[in-house]
């Protein structure tokens, strides 16, 4: 294992107990509960095994200690909802996806899929993109208004993800992502990221989508769609839980490693006190984004940082149970 599958074991084993059933969906060549290792999972990838091989085997950029570890796949995905796959398992104790959230088309829809692969009770436990350490940074974080519109029309919310790309999208020397810590030694050394895409080639993208609307039928495109902080993923997580019916309340942000943060969500029906502290939890969140001091003389936390941000996080949730 390497390091995020470490980190990952770390922040997800508390939930996963000896003789639970679980499915991990897309862990390409970093299983977190690997088979060999005598999970009781079932591999839900995007290309069967073979392919999955090849095509890491020809990336450059994965060395071959990772790419050896890709599991057997035993169920395909291409689109649609997993509940509807053939093969695919139900009632599980766990359901484990990393780096998968940002790059599906629609996030309420994706949560609702994963709750319904759930017994009551279970967790689906998520490795997510810091907003702050990947080349979306200079995006603004995905909104609630984000994940609605993409739920009720997907082909308008594409339109503006692809503006949000081309316009916003950067480097860090010609690394897509990066520790916190990496970034706050750029930024004193005077470098920042710097955009991908030219304005001129942003322009070109705007009139091809003019000519060339996304249309709810079209190709899937894979891509960063969505961008997330810990406190905007837990706002919208929790508000999807009481108003969308996923079925999913947030347990616990329990770490994360370099690039990315860790979630756990439940499946069981929110209370109504926790709907109050999502009342509480909006309003202290949106006074924190209009606090000049907070938003302009805050340097990017190193990662001892982050997990007072998750710690925060779960005191304006009323919970206890946050590590890291």
Known sequence: MDAYQTARRRSFGPYVLPGHRGIEIGPGFRPTFAKRDGFAVAVVDHCPTEELRAKYAADGNVPRDLWAQIEEVDVVWHGG????????????????????????????????????????????????????????????????????????????????????????QAL????????????????????????????????????ELVAAPPRPDGPYRDAHRWVFDPETFAEIAWFLACNAGTGLVPEALPGGHDCEFHAVLRRRPPTAAEAGQLEDLRRRSLRARLDPGAILAAPPPPAAGWRRAWRRVARLLGRRDVSG
């Open 172 to 207: 860090l020397g010609s690394g897509g992502a990066w520790a916190p810590e990496h970034l706050q030694e750029a930024a004193a050394a005077g470098r920042m990221p710097e955009p991908m895409v030219s304005v001129a080639a942003a322009g070109t993208v705007w009139r």
């Open 81 to 168: 909802r997993y509940g509807d796959l053939p093969g695919m398992p139900r009632g599980v104790d766990y359901v484990v996806a990393s780096h998968v959230i940002e790059h599906v088309t629609d996030v309420c829809g994706f949560l609702q899929d994963c709750g319904g692969l759930l017994r009551d009770g279970g967790v689906l436990l998520l490795a997510i993109p810091l907003r702050r350490g990947i080349m979306d940074c200079y995006r603004p974080a995905s909104t609630l208004g984000d994940v609605l519109l993409a739920h009720v029309d997907p082909a308008r919310y594409e339109l503006k993800s692809r503006l949000d790309e081309a316009w916003s």
